[in-house]
């Protein structure tokens, strides 16, 4: 019987066979994840992890009942003790949950988290959007400054600059607090009444649900009758203007460039004041590289402190695909330094124990185990892109001395056994 991966979903591979799906080789995830750890440490983010399932309510209650999200897109199941659980499909409300069920506020002085996390949707499969993807994400608990909001996406803008990503855009907006989403939907809804029904099938759905996600919709009709629709900037109060303004300001100073976006609302249902989004033209109509913002209320009302926080999700796959599409310069796979080839049963076994030191030495060593003819054991070590090759007979064995062979340049040097280690240490560390 044979088995296919499920719809929606990929593996990461050291190499991947399809030349669409170079974006699955593992080197590269594992360099995006490394520069995303140094990156948080330099901002002073720490690292958590939550679980892959949580109960299916904290997800409705924190991002919205009629949210894609939780309309269409929940993995929900049942366990054998009846309970529902859903596969997390975002990271802000799990980590919402961990901070107040652990009192981590009396804990740490310092709240700024980060992770790197799979997070499940049930997607209509499409380039770009799969059914579990990877998201770099941060949330920042406890502070109401607008130099937070600027703090987070200055980080997200790093974390692309240092990848050598170019042309991304930041689009920014506010959405203010309840108060001002009230007094702008019920305006919003007064507009677009005499347009109803020319509206998308979507739109019209939306009306009555969650008006404000109509400025999202992608539909060309819509955005036509939106173009006079009022804007939601108009309607923010004296301190949400003071700290939207703020942003902008911030943003300036610091040479973020930003454009303003009256329509970016977001998707889920926790955001207040600051929303943002970071765009790659690389990417298609799913060009969206990450976005987030500010969620003041929530703490609050998953039943925590009333405590301000910030944050945003970035997808890892979007990450990569910009990466290649845009050829910024990779790290090479690491590859060994040396490839042991023996030559008979003695020479095996002798090989087997330099190999064990070597690596115990710190040294990346790979050697010949299945008694491979001289031949095809340098395919292979060719194949691994090995640097030096040494091939140990009876000869060497008996007199000591092998001849280190560096593939590249096909340098030969005769060297004591007892030396090799110092040799490869050295081309290790200084790359001779
Ligand atoms: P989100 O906008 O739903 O936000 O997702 C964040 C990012 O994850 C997107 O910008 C995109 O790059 C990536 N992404 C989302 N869905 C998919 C998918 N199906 N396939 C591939 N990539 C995808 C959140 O999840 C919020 N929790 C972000 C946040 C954190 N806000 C505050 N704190």
Redesign the pocket.
């Known amino acids: 019987m044979n088995f296919h991966i499920a719809k929606g979903v990929f593996d990461i591979l050291p190499e991947d066979p399809d030349p669409q799906g170079a974006w699955r080789q593992s080197h590269l995830w594992q360099y995006v994840e490394k520069t995303i750890r140094e990156i948080a440490c330099e901002f002073g983010y720490q690292e958590i992890r939550t679980p892959l399932f949580e109960s299916t309510d904290l997800f409705k209650r924190s991002v919205g009942l009629t949210s894609d999200?939780v309309t269409k897109e929940m993995y929900t199941f049942e366990d054998k003790g009846g309970r529902s659980l859903t596969l997390r499909p975002?990271?802000?409300a799990p980590i919402l949950r961990a901070f107040i069920e652990k009192n981590l506020n009396q804990i740490a002085p310092v709240h700024k988290f980060f992770y790197i996390l799979p997070?499940f949707?049930y997607?209509r499969q499409q380039a770009?959007?799969?059914?579990q993807?990877h998201?770099f994400?941060?949330?920042a608990i406890g502070n109401h400054s607008p130099l937070q909001d600027v703090e987070g996406i200055h980080l997200l803008w790093t974390f692309y600059e240092r990848l050598g990503i170019k042309n991304v855009h930041l689009h920014l907006n506010s959405i203010g607090n309840r108060e001002t989403r009230h007094a702008y939907r019920i305006a919003l809804q007064e507009y677009l009444k005499p347009f109803f029904e020319k509206l998308s099938p979507e739109s019209k759905e939306r009306f009555q649900t969650n008006p404000l996600r109509i400025l999202d919709s992608k539909n060309e009709a819509d955005q036509n009758i939106l173009k006079e629709a009022p804007q939601i900037l108009e309607f923010l109060d004296a301190q949400g203007k003071a700290h939207f303004e703020q942003v902008c300001h911030l943003l300036k100073k610091i040479g973020i460039p930003y454009q303003i976006n009256n329509k970016l609302v977001?998707?889920?249902d926790y955001?207040n004041h600051t929303v943002f989004?970071i765009t790659s033209q690389e990417l298609g109509s799913?060009n969206?590289?990450?976005?987030?913002?500010r969620?003041d209320g929530l703490m609050k009302e998953m039943g925590g402190a009333d405590l301000p926080a910030?944050?945003?999700?970035?997808?890892l796959?979007?990450v990569i695909q910009t990466l290649l599409a845009q050829k910024a310069p990779i790290p090479s796979p690491s590859t060994p330094l040396l490839f042991l080839i023996p030559m008979g049963e003695a020479a095996a076994l002798k090989c087997f124990e330099w190999t064990c030191a070597l690596r115990k030495a710190h040294l990346p060593v790979e050697m010949e185990m299945s008694g491979k003819k001289i031949k095809a054991a340098m395919r292979m070590a060719n194949a691994m892109h090995a640097r030096f090759i040494l091939v140990i007979g009876d000869e060497e064995l008996h007199s000591g001395e092998a001849t280190l062979k560096e593939m590249a340049t096909g340098r030969e040097e005769s060297l004591s056994l007892d030396l090799l280690i110092h040799r490869l240490q050295d081309a290790f560390q200084k790359n001779t």
Do not use: V
């Open positions: 999200i975002e990271g802000t997070m949707r997607e770009g959007r799969y059914r993807h998201q994400g941060i949330e977001r998707g889920l955001y989004e799913q969206s590289l990450g976005g987030g913002g969620y910030f944050g945003f999700g970035a997808g796959e979007r």
